[in-house]
């Protein structure tokens, strides 16, 4: 009795996305199934919830084949998927969203309001959700926002419930929440996939943990049986180092300064609220937090793409608040922006043009208005050479470039000058591990050539690896700063708000 | 742990929020506006003279019914009233009601204008609203028409080109056969045309923009082309019947507001109707979830089972069945006649109206409201015979949109996914 | 966000269209499209010819024989006309060539726009106040013609400018969308003619139409070949060409445009002011088409202006920028083919009896198969190639 996945292989044009994968879920047991960002893991449960139909291979449910047209199909046979990112419509209320596509009506199509409300209230209690049906879901924080995603799929009665890394937008606190949640679908029964690239998540909830790499496969552990370091070899496929090695700082002079910033969100809310912090010359200072605390609009500010409302932000002696983002890059800050493909790269440009983004403007690669395209190509393959970006030329569009290669095309451009100071922003967001281990060693690299860094990351193991100072953000404010002796507890702690002698 | 810590030296500012600015704007310029209203409409007025506003229509009831006030007077009153809403404005201490102000400023203005226009004459009010009325029927049909669209993503520039096709369909239908199937043609007409544009845009993925000036300028060349090479050679067809005025008993008897709103053809009743229906429908039904869902967030509703592209498509028609009735009111009810280029542009004032109408069927009938009475100011005043040239007249409805437009751009949000299509995996 | 491989080129041509166009080469792909689109139209044109020629229509019933090779000789009429109109003779080529000049410029105008991500659909206004501007100088004052006419096609540039640039503005400051705005000043720019027209400031004395003075000769457009109407505005407009390629790919401007076009928020993390650049944007399309402007009234007579003297110039300009895909060589080629069907479609209403409108239903054919690609290949059962990046133009209302 339970989900059965049998020689799943999907292909797509050029890549194989899946190779005659199988896995097996029963009731009441969760299966974590772990592997890298393009491991095919999302593949597979898009087909299993009928968003992709199988290039070969079956699904079963209690035995029986099924074939899956759409959702409408998946849901229909009791599988539910709560995504990683939320299919929920922002301007929506809670509970218009619980019932949107099983909608219940009154004569003429008329929505039942009341009754939609009541079966959300009747979910909630049962589950321990306590979420209010008349909130607009683009109000509610982003936990709350989780567990309409998850009222959603238990309103249809789903029977198989599939996660799609529902912790990478949680602070630990609230992963702890989650986790009693999923013990108590557990409890009633259900089958739980969970999709992961946390290791230590994985161990502590699942019952059975199967590992993907490549598309296929390759392990089926028990989380008793096996240690994080082996999981992350397997996930893989090769040793990996988990730390990152790094030499004590030497911090020199204060090279940014921010005191008291406050910046609003697009709608007018204070979302960064009153922050204050220095980096010095030589040290990685990172700000952890779980995204949506304000560390964006942090960034964007101090980097002049928005602008604030009250405080100071200084570069050594200067004034830069109100400064042009051209500005601030003229005056020798990098900025690898936490949006690479909206920001941080234009994608029908080819490799070249991205890489003189910043400095077309200049000497030697433009004369006045001329441009100097030949200097430009010299540019672009020197530097594609030297930060080992994978691309058959430099005349490709820069969409064409893998996630890592194109995150390396921006720290090739941002890195190549005389910079004092590196504002990255989750510099290794949906890249693969090589280009991960890359990208960390180059800014350690700048570090210890003397440039200050300060990373923003929701990837708390990203930023206890890398930091020698580490700043916890919550609700716009830093609510606690650490040295590099911190734990990922204590972080977590912080994260909520809280400190070890209670809420502050 | 420690403590946070703070920079030193720290030098505190506070700089203007975007909709501080706002006020600070909107502000002078109701201040500004106070300065006109002194000097043009007040001072510029002999000092005696009176404004009669006529509030009956001839062949009322009730009649001789009228308004006779002393226009620098009223010309001061008002320059008063916008003053200190300008000054309260500048105050920015309630900023929520930036807007209302400046709504109830421009209302204010407006009435001190027609005022100083009918300085020393008689002016039919009674029949500048009436006008009001009828001429904000295809901007509002319009602007129905963009929001169906729009509430499923697909952005409908080609709504002139819809209601002008529509005319034309209309025109020799109506004159063929009957000002019902007139009607009906124009309906058809403007659902294919919808049909073209959904196609377009949601099966072959051209950009919606595109799309819409593509259709437009298609239509204006087709209807051009056979108006001069068939309804010249026979132009029999070109004369289709009216619908006729239908007065309501009892609430068509009131003074001045039975004739605005109760002593009209069957579209402006119907354009009534339908700003309730679409209201209603659109956020009680659930049909009308289910389509807002696709205009907000397609994915969602496709992860959920809802069909996107049907959904598109449906709605797309139905836009285009509302754009046809709209074009039908051009020849079978105002002018009856079909010639080249006949909607001037209405198409897109209706756009501007549907932003200025955030995307709600009330709102787009208020905007609709606003620009008839920019179209009827035209219309009126070349009557009443002002200083101001016709020429200037023409504009006035096509500024007002310009200044709706920019002015409203960011206040107002669009359906999130709007303009972009869905790609399925 | 996967981190996937990326797929090699698919080069399999499959069908006999394909291997005879080369279509897996970039140059034969790009010809091809608009080839087809422009094939297609004419046959879909033709279709339209034989239905609304309502006498032979009525034949049909009579006598099918008779009544196709009368629709078949009818629609030979109006295509031959059109040839001959347009290519048949040395007069007709000057004609395709006088006609194309305008389109070429408006054109750009709005391609340069397109490339930046703008739908600039004002180029009628921005002809008409351009065109104004120009014709004032023409006619007030009176100096050589080596500067008089520089002179003139500045002020045009300048008159065009400022009138795009106010959408430039709006969009800069407000966000509102170009759309709207730069068609409701199409509009307040006929009606401000008009009344400049009837004004003591331009109207020729004597008349009570909106008509104007007449530009002084030392401003008129001196003909390249004797009696034919050709004249330099024509050079004017292959200069603008060159000019226009090399603003937009050999410049920091064009750099700053095209990103733009293609991502206004990238461009915005590399430090361009995105607001200023629309308004840039919006000045160099409206420069250009103020010197078509100043080529309505300037170049051809009677040098005065009249009533809408832009014409349906604006609307075929956007037809010509996406047949030229943007790109001001395409642009170059799409407006002579257009001048051909001008000059021909006069021809044709003259000859044969077919309005001139239908040239504007064939170039409105012509846009929709080039701007669905998709839907040509569709007819003609042609392969997909690779990605090719479309410029954001419609992105909502707000960007």
């Known amino acids: 009795m339970g989900l059965e996945l049998r020689g799943i292989t999907k292909r797509f044009p050029g890549v194989l996305a899946n190779d005659g994968v199988d896995l097996t879920v029963a009731k009441g047991e969760i299966v974590a199934l772990l592997g890298e960002n393009g491991a095919g893991k999302t593949t597979l449960m898009n087909i299993l919830y009928g968003l992709y139909t199988p290039s070969s291979g079956q699904v079963l449910i209690d035995g029986e084949e099924r074939r899956f047209s759409g959702p409408g199909d998946a849901i229909a046979a009791g599988i539910g998927m709560v995504h990683q990112h939320f299919m929920l419509v922002p301007v929506f209320t809670v509970a218009e969203n619980v019932i949107l596509g099983d909608e219940p009506t009154k004569r003429f199509g008329w929505l039942d309001k009341r009754r939609a409300r009541k079966t959300v209230r009747e979910i909630s209690s049962h589950y321990g959700l306590d979420v209010d049906p008349d909130a607009v879901v683009e109000d509610l924080p982003v936990g709350i926002q989780q567990r309409v995603e998850i009222i959603k799929v238990l309103e249809r009665e789903a029977r198989f419930v599939i996660f799609d890394e529902p912790t990478s937008v949680l602070t630990p606190s609230e992963v702890e929440g989650f986790f009693r949640i999923v013990e108590g679908l557990k409890a009633d029964g259900k089958g739980i996939v969970f999709i992961s690239h946390k290791l230590g998540e994985a161990m502590e909830i699942a019952d059975r943990i199967v590992i993907m790499r490549r598309g296929r496969t390759v392990a089926e552990v028990m989380p008793s049986e096996i240690d994080e370091e082996r999981l992350a070899e397997l996930m893989v496929g090769r040793p990996v180092e988990l730390e990152v090695h790094r030499e004590e700082a030497k911090p020199g002079a204060v090279v940014l300064s921010v005191a008291d910033l406050v910046v609003l969100d697009d709608r007018n809310q204070r979302v960064v609220d009153g922050v204050s912090f220095e980096v010095r010359a030589g040290e990685i200072v990172g700000i952890a937090g779980v995204q949506g605390n304000g560390q964006t609009e942090l960034v964007e500010s101090i980097t002049g793409l928005r602008p604030s409302v009250h405080g100071m932000v200084r570069l050594l002696d200067e004034d830069i608040t109100t400064r042009s983002p051209r500005a601030i890059h003229r005056r020798r800050v990098a900025h690898v922006p936490e949006d690479r493909l909206g920001s941080g790269l234009i994608l029908a440009f080819t490799v070249t043009e991205n890489i003189v983004l910043g400095s077309y403007y200049e000497s030697p690669i433009s004369r006045g208005i001329q441009m100097d395209w030949d200097e430009a190509r010299a540019r672009a393959a020197r530097l594609v050479e030297q930060y080992d970006v994978r691309t058959p030329s430099a005349e490709v569009l820069v969409s064409t470039l893998s996630g890592g290669n194109q995150q390396k095309v921006i720290v090739a451009r941002e890195f190549d000058r005389d910079i004092r100071l590196i504002v990255a922003a989750q510099p290794t967001r949906g890249i693969d591990v090589g280009s991960i281990e890359y990208v960390h060693s180059r800014i350690v690299e700048a570090r210890d050539q003397g440039v200050a860094v300060l990373i923003v990351s929701s990837e708390l193991e990203e930023i206890l690896a890398l930091s020698d100072r580490v700043l916890v953000m919550f609700r716009g404010r830093l609510a606690a700063e650490f040295d590099d002796s911190v734990t990922a507890t204590e972080c977590g702690l912080a994260m909520l708000g809280e400190t070890a002698s209670g809420p502050s | ?425 | 966000m996967s981190d996937r491989v990326p797929s090699p080129e698919d080069t399999s041509a499959s069908n006999w269209l394909d291997r005879a166009t080369g279509v897996g080469t970039s140059l034969g792909r790009a010809l091809m499209l608009p080839a087809l689109a422009v094939i297609t139209a004419l046959i879909i044109g033709a279709v339209i010819i034989a239905l609304t020629d309502i006498d032979t229509l009525t034949v049909w019933g009579d006598d099918p024989g008779e009544a196709f090779r009368l629709t078949l000789s009818g629609i030979g009429d109006a295509y031959r006309a059109l040839f001959v109109g347009s290519l048949g003779s040395w007069r007709a080529i000057t004609e395709t060539l006088f006609a194309a000049t305008p389109l070429i410029l408006a054109g750009l105008a709005v391609a340069i726009g397109f490339q930046a991500g703008l739908f600039n659909i004002g180029v009628n206004g921005q002809m008409l106040i351009g065109g104004m501007a120009g014709l004032w100088v023409g006619f007030s004052i009176d100096v050589p013609a080596i500067i008089h006419i520089p002179l003139a096609v500045l002020a045009a540039m300048v008159g065009g400018a400022v009138w795009a640039g106010i959408a430039g503005l709006l969009k800069a400051r407000t966000g509102a969308h170009e759309v709207i705005t730069t068609i409701m000043l199409n509009f307040v720019a006929i009606f401000l003619v008009d009344y400049l027209l009837k004004s003591s400031i331009f109207q020729q004395p004597g008349r009570n139409d909106p008509i104007s003075q007449p530009a002084g000769s030392s401003a008129q457009f001196p003909r390249l070949l004797g009696d034919y109407r050709l004249h330099i505005g024509f050079l004017l407009a292959l200069a603008a060409v060159w000019v226009a390629w090399w603003l937009m790919y050999r410049t920091t401007i064009g750099f700053e445009f095209r990103a733009v076009g293609f991502s206004p928020s990238g461009a915005r993390y590399g430090g361009m002011n995105v607001a200023w650049i629309y308004v840039a944007v919006m000045a160099v399309c409206g420069a250009l088409a103020g010197i078509a402007g100043a080529n309505q009234v300037l170049g051809l007579e009677p040098y005065r202006g009249i009533s809408n003297f832009a014409g349906s110039v604006g609307f075929d300009a956007i037809a010509l920028a996406l047949l030229g895909r943007s790109h001001p060589i395409g642009v170059l080629f799409a407006g002579l083919l257009f001048g051909a069907l001008r000059a021909g479609g006069r021809e044709m209403q003259g000859a044969a009896g077919i309005p001139i409108d239908l040239v504007l239903v064939l170039q409105a054919l012509i846009i929709v198969m080039i701007a669905a690609p998709a839907l040509v290949r569709a007819i003609y059962r042609i392969k997909t190639p690779d990605q090719e990046l479309e410029t954001s133009i419609s992105a909502g209302w707000t960007k």
């Open chain 2, 1 to 425: 742990m420690t403590a946070v810590s703070t920079a030193s030296d720290v030098k505190i500012t506070a700089r203007a929020t975007p909709e501080q600015r706002r006020a600070t704007v909107i502000g002078t310029v109701l201040l500004l506006l106070a300065g006109v209203v002194v000097w043009v409409f007040g001072l510029g007025v002999e000092s005696g003279a009176r404004s009669t506003f006529n509030l009956s229509l001839p062949g009322e009831r009730i009649q001789d019914l009228s308004w006779a006030v002393n226009s620098r007077w009223l010309a001061y009153l008002v320059a008063a009233v916008v003053a200190f809403l300008g000054g309260w404005v500048l105050r920015r201490s309630h900023l929520r009601w930036t807007n209302l102000a400046l709504a109830i400023g421009l209302g204010l203005f407006a009435l001190a204008f027609l005022t100083w226009a009918a300085a020393g004459k008689s002016f039919s009010l009674v029949g500048m609203l009436r006008s009001t009325v009828i001429l904000s029927v295809p901007v509002t049909l319009g602007a129905l028409t963009g929001l169906m669209c729009e509430r499923v993503a697909v952005i409908n520039i080609a709504i002139e080109g819809q209601l002008l096709t529509a005319a034309f369909v209309g025109t020799i239908m109506g004159s063929a056969f009957g000002i019902w199937a007139g009607l009906v043609a124009a309906m058809v007409a403007g659902a294919i045309l919808g049909a073209v544009l959904a196609v377009l845009a949601i099966r072959f993925q051209v950009d919606q923009i595109i799309a819409g000036v593509v259709i437009n300028i298609f239509a204006l060349g087709l209807t051009s082309f056979l108006a001069r090479r068939v309804l010249a050679a026979a132009p029999d067809l070109n004369s289709p019947g009216r619908f006729a005025s239908i007065k309501i008993p009892i609430l068509g008897d009131i003074p001045v507001i039975g004739s605005v709103l109760f002593d009209h053809n069957m579209f402006v009743y119907a354009t009534f109707v339908l700003v309730l229906v679409l209201h209603l429908g659109l956020f009680y039904t659930r049909w009308g979830l289910r389509s807002r869902s696709v205009g907000e967030h397609p994915k969602a509703a496709d992860t959920v089972g809802i069909d996107v592209y049907r959904t598109r498509y449906l709605n797309t028609i139905l836009g285009g069945l509302i754009a046809g009735f709209g074009g039908a009111f051009f020849t079978l009810s105002q002018v009856s006649r079909f010639e080249e280029n006949l909607t001037a542009g209405i198409g897109f004032i209706g756009l501007a109206a549907m932003i200025f109408g955030r995307w709600m069927p009330l709102g787009a009938l208020g905007a609709g409201l606003v620009f008839g009475f920019a179209r009827a100011i035209q219309q009126k005043l070349g009557i009443l015979g002002t200083p101001i040239p016709s020429e200037f007249l023409s504009m006035t409805p096509y500024i007002v949109t310009i200044i709706v437009v920019a002015g409203v751009v960011g206040i107002s949000r669009p359906p999130a996914a709007d303009g972009q299509p869905y790609i399925k995996q």
